[in-house]
């Protein structure tokens, strides 16, 4: 079992940036692939959008094309953390941002996959103002 504690959210006008955090703690250290999805305004749990993933090395990391080249995911196992620099942000950039565990080792098409992520934090929002 591991639990995950997101922060790092908040309100920033559009072009800014913001780094989120993910502590996992119970059973960490590189146990677990990890990645963030997102969740916009209206929408449902089953509708969250796959943002960023990272094997549990750190070696590959796994990109939605929607964020691609704005945002860099990356982990720090000593931490048990993962981050999420969040560059230039848009409007459409607002969200619940999640951070998801996975035990199970993940293919590279696995990543974005929401259903393979056995383990959820609660979530933290960010809001991006134009």
């Known amino acids: 079992q591991v639990q995950l504690v997101e922060s790092g959210g908040g309100l920033v006008q559009a072009g800014g940036s913001l780094r989120l955090s993910c502590s996992a703690s119970g059973r960490t250290g590189s146990r677990y692939d990890m990645a963030w999805f997102r969740q916009a305004p209206g929408k449902e749990r089953k509708e969250r959008e796959f943002?960023?993933?990272?094997?549990?090395?750190?070696?590959?990391?796994v990109y939605a094309d929607s964020v691609k080249g704005r945002i860099t995911i990356s982990r720090d196992n000593a931490k048990n953390t993962v981050y999420v620099q969040m560059n230039s942000l848009k409007p459409e950039d607002t969200a619940v941002y999640y951070c998801?565990?996975?035990?199970?080792?993940?293919?590279?098409?696995?990543?974005?996959?929401?259903?393979?992520?056995?383990?959820w934090g609660r979530g933290t929002q960010v809001t991006v103002s134009s």
């Open positions: 943002v960023a993933a990272i094997s549990r090395s750190g070696d590959s990391t």
């Open positions: 998801a565990a996975s035990a199970a080792t993940l293919l590279a098409n696995e990543y974005s996959d929401f259903g393979v992520y056995g383990y």
